[in-house]
Structure formats: structure tokens, C-alpha cells
């Protein structure tokens, strides 16, 4: 061969591989397609396909674009419906509300002979447990809005405690087996709770701290019992669209439990664990430091300054409006308070703290501050932040801390918040829009089991400020409802912030988790009143498939 011909056989050769290697695909595991994507990225832009492999995007664009260069053993035609970052819940009760779930259901109850029927109900279905438990009532959507009091479960269950739980959690009717099995007498008394008592005697209620008096008392579930209740809750929370998930209030062992079956693949849901103060988990984590995995996040310790309003536990500056002299109370002392944040703060721990009322708010606010001086990236966090007073508003931006808010806490209490607060002082409860002008972000949650566990819900509750029934008209303070780009934000990015996780996942943009959803409708178009009826198509929790309708 002469060479000249060498170089012209070597000439198409090259040509040849520099063909084959512009027109060659690039193998994924999974390509999502002709879907209306909202990436949630710094633009909000939108796309119409995405890649994945190993779990993470590898690469966001239009269909074309996407298709052409790599190939996949699974795609999904999204037919143009709405893609969606998988959705973050930033404050919940995991754990709980799986256990929860064999107890009886008195969400929605409209009197307390309605709540007795249920128990009831419940005690012929699980005729052989120990204890009779329930949670969900809530005075204020009765007729007689008083407490009930605990004579018609003395004269039904004699012989077996039973304890049934207030929607908010800060209160409690428990009948006299449960008091007697405590050893809590008309006399009782203790720090950051109340055992109401009238005319010398019980009257069956316990709020706040006074619950754990009686629910100490309960039996802990079995190890099967308590896989079972994650899994429980992993499949219902899957089921409206959740994959990453912050449980408020923890111990050690569940969250020893959740790492061991997210290892065993047991388990897929994402979890930012907030520990409770407890002893053991100070000794162990102060010494440990945070643990973090691709599905498991631990940082945080989770306080409570004060009760609920519903149960005017929320300690406010002024009394109630409807009890004169009332305030309601701490939890604890201020120097508990002051000593666990200096301990968080040595410690390098996130605190995120339970605050209802103003009082609570400026109190933590301010050791907060103290601690934290000016800007900072601690991002510990104030959870609720339901009332604050203007004087304290601008302490959330000064001193970084995180508002986490729940928007369907505005539209359970805004039918008797004015009777807690007064007119006034409601004008500063639930203050979503001026709470996110503090840092430019806020992360929201639900609560649940507080409240319902769809945060679909909570999408609509924090734009349209209404509730299921899309009451009132108008909605409710809509000065401070948040833009529809705000609520998803919070549900998605902000709330991966909040986590400190927002270089993995919140978005739908390369290198970050396949967390993703697909709603049978588009929650950023579709008018307000039809916000509650969308439904989730499918879930996926890095790239796999984790829910299909």
C-alpha cells in the first residue's frame, strides 16, 4: 500500500469513528419523556425529559434532546402530564402516625358522642389490647365546644385504660383506669402541664406535659410491630407524592430501626431525623457527631418551647382573649432552654424548636440570637412560628433562623384562632408570606397526623389560604397567602435547604437524586378549588419506581 493511500484509508477511518462517535447514544437506566417537567432549579425553568442513572439525573432537557443521546432499558411516556420533584414534608410525625394507625381515628369527629362511637368501634375490633388509645378529636369543630370530660368512658371501660389524644397532641382525655395505672390523683402536679381537675376531682383531661403521665405507661411495641408501622406509614406517604420526610422527635433506636431497613432495602423513604432531647441521645450524638447517609440524615434535635393554642397551651404575651389572665406556659425554664441551645451550638446540631405563641417565639428568637449573633449558616430553625409579634419579626432575618411552617395549621384554626387572640392579635398568627421576606425561603410541612397527611393539601392551604371546603371566600389573611412558585419551593428545594440537603435532591437537575412525581394534573394552572382533588400518578425514589395508581 502506497502512502498515500496509508493516509486516505486512515483519513475515512477517522471520519468514520468520529461519525459513529457523534451519533452514538449513551446507555441510562431510565428516561422520563414528554412530560411537562418542573425542574424547580434556580429559574424555575421547565423541561420536557430527564435521564437517570445510578439513581441520580444525568441530564435534564427537551425529548429530542434527551432521547437522542442516551438510551434506556426503562422509559416512561409521561403524556404531557405534570413532573414534579419528589415532594418534601419539612415537619411531621413519621413514626407516629404509622403506629397511629391502629388506634382509633377521631379526625373530623363533630361531637364527642361521635368520638365515643368510634372507640367503641375500635374496641370490637381489637378486642384484645391492653390499652384503648385514639387521637384526632378536637373540641372547636363541636357544637359544645368544652372539653369532654372522661364519666362515659368510666361507665363503658371500667377495666381497661383507655387514653385518647387531641388532634394537636397537647391534650388528652384519659378515663380513671389510665389515671389509677399512672398513679395520677387529683393532687398531681408538675412543670409545663396541666392534670385539670374541677371540684376536687378529675375531669380526665391532660395537656401537655401532663400526657406523658399517662402514655408513659403504655406498653412499647414490639420490634415486628414497630417495622411494621414504617412501613405503614412509607406507603401511604408514597402514595401522595412524599420521598424525603423530616420526623420531628425521635429516639435513638427508631432511628437505629429506620437506618437497619433502609440498609435491608426494606425501606425507601428519606428521612431527616430530629432527635429528641433525651439523655441517651445527647450522650451518644454529642459524642458521635451527625450521621448521614444517601437516605438517612441526622443533625438535628428537636425542642418544644410551648403547648398548642387549640388547647391554649401557646404561651403568649398578653393573656387570651377568651381567659382572662391565662398566658398559657414554657415547656421548661428559659436556663433549659438557654443550656441545650449552648449545648446544640458546641456541638455543631441543628436546634429546631416547637414554637406556638408570641411569647415562645421572642424567647427562642432571642437565644437563638444570642448564640448566633448576625449572619451565620447554622439554619436552625423556629417550627410553626404561628404568631409573632412585629417587634420580633425581623429577628428571623437577622439572625438566619428558618421559619418551618405548616400552611394547613391557618386553615384548621382560623374559624376559632380570633377567639384565642382577639382581632388584633391574629393579624400577626400565620404570617407565611412576611415569615418568607425574612431570608427569601420557607420550608413547609404538615404536621401529621395533625393534620392530613396529602400535602397537596397544604399546597392549597398556603396559595389559596382556604380550606377543604374552599372556605372562606376570598381566603383567609390572604396577605400573607405565598405565589404558587412559592409553595412548591417550599414543598420541594426550600425544604431540602432547610435539611441542608439541597445540593442532593429538591430539584430536578443533574448530578441530584431521581427523586421525582407525577400528578394527574398541574397544580400550577388548574384553579385553586380543584388543587385538593389531584391525584399522584406515580412516585419514584431514586429512579425506581416506588407507587403507581
Not at 121 to 134: A, F, L, N, S, V
Not at 166 to 176: K, S, T
Request: proline share 3%; hydrophobic share 40%.
Amino acid at each position: 500500500m502506497t502512502k498515500t493511500l496509508r493516509t486516505f484509508t486512515a483519513a475515512i477511518l477517522l471520519g468514520s469513528a468520529l461519525i459513529s462517535g457523534c451519533t452514538s447514544t449513551q446507555q441510562a437506566d431510565l428516561i422520563v419523556y414528554n412530560g411537562n417537567v418542573y425542574t424547580v432549579d434556580d429559574a424555575f425553568t421547565k423541561a420536557q425529559a430527564f435521564a437517570v442513572k445510578d439513581g441520580k439525573i444525568i441530564a435534564v432537557g427537551t425529548t429530542s434532546e434527551v432521547r437522542e443521546k442516551y438510551n434506556a432499558s426503562v422509559e416512561i411516556d409521561a403524556e404531557g402530564k405534570a413532573v414534579y420533584p419528589g415532594l418534601i414534608d419539612a415537619h411531621c410525625h413519621f413514626y407516629r402516625y404509622g403506629l397511629a394507625l391502629q388506634s382509633a381515628d377521631l379526625v373530623g369527629t363533630e361531637s364527642y358522642k361521635e368520638v365515643v362511637q368510634k372507640v367503641v368501634e375500635q374496641r370490637e375490633k381489637y378486642p384484645d389490647t391492653d390499652w384503648i388509645t385514639g387521637r384526632g378529636w378536637d373540641q372547636n369543630d363541636w357544637a359544645v365546644k368544652e372539653f369532654p370530660t372522661k364519666d362515659t368512658l368510666d361507665l363503658l371501660f371500667p377495666d381497661t385504660p383507655v387514653i385518647l389524644t387531641r388532634v394537636d397532641g397537647h391534650a388528652a382525655l384519659a378515663n380513671q383506669k389510665a389515671f389509677d395505672l399512672a398513679g395520677v390523683t387529683a393532687g398531681t402536679t408538675l412543670t409545663g402541664g396541666v392534670v385539670e381537675v374541677e371540684n376536687g376531682k378529675l375531669t380526665g383531661i391532660l395537656i401537655d406535659n401532663a400526657v406523658d403521665l399517662i402514655t408513659d405507661k403504655i406498653p412499647a411495641p414490639d420490634a415486628d410491630e414497630q417495622r411494621q408501622a414504617l412501613l405503614n406509614a412509607e406507603h401511604n406517604c408514597f402514595a401522595v407524592g412524599i420521598t424525603t420526610l423530616d420526623d420531628a422527635g425521635l429516639d435513638k433506636a427508631t432511628v437505629d430501626l429506620m437506618d437497619e431497613l433502609q440498609k435491608k432495602g426494606d425501606m425507601q423513604m428519606r428521612v431527616y431525623a430530629m432527635l429528641n432531647p433525651s439523655q441517651e441521645n445527647q450522650d451518644y450524638y454529642f459524642k458521635n457527631g451527625p450521621y448521614k447517609t444517601d437516605r438517612l440524615n441526622v443533625r438535628s434535635f428537636k425542642i418544644y418551647a410551648d403547648g398548642a393554642l387549640g388547647s391554649r397551651g401557646a404561651n403568649l404575651i398578653e393573656p387570651y382573649a377568651d381567659r382572662a389572665g391565662h398566658h398559657g406556659f414554657l415547656l421548661a425554664s428559659e436556663q433549659e432552654f438557654r443550656d441545650i441551645a449552648a449545648k446544640l451550638y458546641e456541638h455543631n446540631f441543628q436546634m429546631n424548636t416547637h414554637a406556638i405563641g408570641d411569647s415562645a417565639n421572642r424567647l427562642l428568637l432571642d437565644i437563638y440570637g444570642n448564640l448566633l449573633k448576625d449572619k451565620n449558616d447554622r439554619r436552625w430553625r423556629i417550627e410553626h412560628a404561628q404568631i409573632v409579634n412585629p417587634e420580633d419579626m425581623d429577628k428571623f432575618g437577622r439572625y438566619n433562623v428558618i421559619p418551618s411552617v405548616q400552611p394547613t395549621h391557618a386553615t384548621s384554626d382560623m374559624y376559632w384562632a380570633g377567639d384565642r387572640l382577639g382581632s388584633e392579635r391574629l393579624k400577626h398568627a400565620y404570617p407565611y408570606e412576611e415569615l418568607l421576606e425574612q431570608n427569601g425561603y420557607i420550608p413547609l410541612g404538615s404536621d401529621f397526623p395533625v393534620e392530613d397527611i396529602n400535602p397537596l393539601y397544604g399546597f392549597h392551604a398556603a396559595v389559596a389560604r382556604q380550606d377543604a371546603k374552599n372556605y372562606p371566600d376570598g381566603g383567609f389573611q390572604m396577605e400573607n397567602a405565598l405565589s404558587r412558585e412559592a409553595a412548591l419551593r417550599g414543598m420541594t428545594i426550600w425544604a431540602a435547604k432547610s435539611n441542608f440537603e439541597e445540593k442532593e435532591k429538591g430539584s430536578l437537575e443533574a448530578g441530584k437524586f431521581a427523586d421525582f412525581v407525577i400528578l394527574d394534573q398541574d397544580i400550577m394552572t388548574i384553579a385553586p378549588e380543584q388543587m385538593r382533588n389531584v391525584k399522584v400518578l406515580q412516585t419514584y425514589v431514586g429512579g425506581k419506581q416506588v407507587y403507581k395508581r
